[in-house]
């Protein structure tokens, strides 16, 4: 047991880091407490109060399910955090509602027409919570037995074992092949454990531990659950609720792609007959009570890119009954609308503005730009002395905040060069030498523009491009 405890412990160490680190990694919800109020700088979010509260209201709605089919647009300065709230809003969201983040210009590349991408990119926003019975056993888990076969005959032979199980009123021995054997170690059950193996597919999950070994310090990690002893019998019929979304249901019942297309993700465009034949059955499984429709979220990010048709499908597609909510983002001021010569706010035309709740973004105070600041070093685990800190923080309100947090992991490289331990101001000096923001960059490239091709800037309007940036 003390072996099996060990293995825990290590591989628990293992796996930690696994997610890569982007630039919103750091965000894990918007930071809201129970009155929907932002907190000054929780869950990786800093600051951008209202913009917070505003989305938190909407999530709040979505949660109970009052609203589909409307949108919200983002609108604000390049770096004031909008990408940064619908990632927060996804997370808050959790892994049930589904949530889908796409960048409007992927309209444009993908192998299908953008009416097509549009309507895949909505139905990936659509669950369909589909509830069957299933039989399983659930108990604590007495013993594990698990026979070593002798040295030669393990390949051919395949292990066998003992699984004992218990209720608050039984227990049974249950015998195990090598495929039940090999899921209770990658489960890593252990005795004390609750599980349940469902007996159609034999799929074994850990409820928890049991309350009567709360006292086994050695097995215990800071996320222990524990759980009653089930009562009963082991054999029980219990309701299992799973959620797909509806363009997952569309691949699997499209005859040309088939199930293995969702893995490989080259789904191709979906005839609309099955569509509707799958918008009729899930119609049905709803008035029969054996599904309900979850409504998600569809983010588009950079939304100007779109152009007319697009955003007339979306005027469309948003007044179905099976519409997600869709939020938008975009930094532009007034603009023209892509494919047409009309301008107008955002580059979204006014018939689509006019359905929109917008939640405008601010810039940040150089306090929240030195906080974004530090919560990054941590993620990239960069230690920086404060000194170094309030440097960046000047270059970052000067600058802007991306490249302040581009220069963290930069410094922190100039710092390991120097055997150092601590990003220090020099580090950061050296990295501003090295890498120059767009203002330098635009500034060097007036001073010198007759040495580059193609430039196009007349000297007499030379002083016309800081606008312009
Ligand atoms: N309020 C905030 N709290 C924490 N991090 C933020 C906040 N606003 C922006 N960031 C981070 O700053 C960077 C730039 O923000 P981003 O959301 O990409 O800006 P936008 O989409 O408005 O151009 C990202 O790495 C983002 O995660
Ligand atoms: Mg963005």
Same mark, same amino acid.
Request: with cysteine; proline share 2%.
């Given at each position: 047991m003390a ?6 412990v290590?591989?628990?160490?293992d796996?930690t880091?696994?997610?890569r680190?982007?630039a919103?990694?750091?965000?894990r919800g ?8 932002a907190?000054?700088v929780?869950q990786?979010?800093v600051?951008?109060?209202n913009a917070?509260?505003?989305?938190g209201?909407?999530l709040q ?6 609203i589909?089919?409307?949108?919200v ?11 940064a ?5 996804a997370q808050?969201l959790g892994a049930?509602t589904p949530?889908?983040t ?15 991408a549009l309507?895949?990119?909505f139905?990936r926003s ?5 509830k069957?019975e299933?039989?399983i056993?659930?108990g604590e888990?007495?013993?594990i037995?698990i026979?070593?076969?002798?040295a ?6 395949g292990k ?6 218990k209720?608050t ?10 495929k ?6 990658k489960?890593? +059950?252990? =005795? ?5 193996i469902?007996k ?5 999950s ?6 009567a070994r709360s006292r086994?310090?050695d097995a215990m990690?800071?996320s222990?659950k524990f759980?009653?002893c089930p009562?009963g019998e082991?054999?029980?019929r219990?309701? +299992?609720?799973h959620v797909v ?9 499209s005859r ?7 893995f490989?993700g ?7 007959e099955?569509?509707e ?6 119609a049905?499984w ?7 429709i +979850?409504p998600?979220v569809?983010?588009i990010?950079?939304v100007?890119?779109l152009?007319?048709e ?8 948003l007044e179905?009954d099976l519409a ?7 930094n532009?001021g007034i603009?023209?609308?892509r494919g047409t010569n009309y301008?107008s706010?955002?580059?979204?035309p006014i018939?689509?503005?006019d359905?929109?709740?917008?939640i ?6 150089d306090k929240e730009?030195k906080q974004?600041?530090r919560?990054?070093c941590?993620e990239?685990?960069v230690e ?7 440097l960046?923080?000047k270059?970052g309100?000067?600058t ?10 930069a =410094?922190?490289l100039v710092c390991?060069k120097?055997k150092?331990t601590?990003?220090?101001v020099?580090?950061i000096k050296r990295v501003?030498?090295?890498f120059v923001d767009?203002k330098r960059?635009?500034?060097?490239l ?6 580059f091709?193609?430039?196009e800037i ?6 016309m ?5």
């Amino acid at each position: 047991m003390a072996q099996a405890s060990g293995v825990k412990v290590q591989d628990v160490k293992d796996i930690t880091r696994i997610e890569r680190i982007g630039a919103h990694s750091h965000i894990r919800g918007l930071g809201l407490d129970d009155a929907l109020e932002a907190r000054l700088v929780s869950q990786g979010m800093v600051g951008q109060a209202n913009a917070r509260k505003a989305a938190g209201v909407i999530l709040q709605m979505i949660r109970d399910g009052k609203i589909a089919g409307r949108a919200v647009l983002i609108a604000g300065q390049p770096g004031t955090g909008k990408t940064a709230i619908a990632m927060g809003m996804a997370q808050a969201l959790g892994a049930d509602t589904p949530f889908t983040t796409i960048a409007a210009s992927e309209i444009f590349s993908l192998e299908m027409n953008k009416t097509e991408a549009l309507t895949q990119a909505f139905r990936r926003s659509i669950g369909v919570r589909i509830k069957e019975e299933t039989e399983i056993i659930e108990g604590e888990v007495v013993e594990i037995e698990i026979d070593r076969p002798a040295a030669g005959a393990a390949a051919t032979a395949g292990k066998t074992g003992k699984l004992t199980l218990k209720t608050t009123e039984m227990e049974t021995v249950y015998d195990l092949g090598q495929k039940m054997i090999d899921s209770l170690t990658k489960e890593k +059950v252990q =005795s004390g454990d609750v599980i349940t193996i469902d007996k159609a597919t034999g799929r074994i999950s850990v409820l928890g531990r049991s309350f009567a070994r709360s006292r086994d310090y050695d097995a215990m990690g800071a996320s222990t659950k524990f759980v009653q002893c089930p009562e009963g019998e082991l054999q029980k019929r219990k309701e +299992v609720v799973h959620v797909v979304s509806l363009h997952e249901v569309d691949v699997i019942n499209s005859r040309t792609q088939g199930f293995l297309a969702l893995f490989s993700g080259d789904t191709g465009e979906i005839k609309s007959e099955v569509r509707e034949q799958i918008d009729q059955k899930v119609a049905e499984w709803r008035e029969e009570g054996k599904a309900e429709i +979850v409504p998600g979220v569809l983010f588009i990010d950079e939304v100007h890119m779109l152009d007319i048709e697009c955003f007339s499908f979306l005027n469309r597609a948003l007044e179905s009954d099976l519409a997600p909510v869709l939020v938008v983002a975009t930094n532009r001021g007034i603009t023209r609308i892509r494919g047409t010569n009309y301008k107008s706010p955002h580059g979204i035309p006014i018939d689509l503005l006019d359905r929109l709740l917008i939640i405008s973004t601010t810039p940040y105070s150089d306090k929240e730009v030195k906080q974004i600041l530090r919560i990054r070093c941590e993620e990239e685990d960069v230690e920086m002395t404060d000194d170094a800190l309030a440097l960046l923080t000047k270059v970052g309100m000067e600058t802007s905040l991306r490249y302040a947090i581009h220069m963290i992991i930069a =410094s922190a490289l100039v710092c390991a060069k120097r055997k150092g331990t601590q990003v220090d101001v020099e580090d950061i000096k050296r990295v501003y030498t090295l890498f120059v923001d767009v203002k330098r960059s635009t500034q060097f490239l007036q001073e010198y523009q007759s040495e580059f091709m193609f430039n196009e800037i007349q000297p007499a309007d030379a002083d016309m491009t800081d606008a312009q940036v």
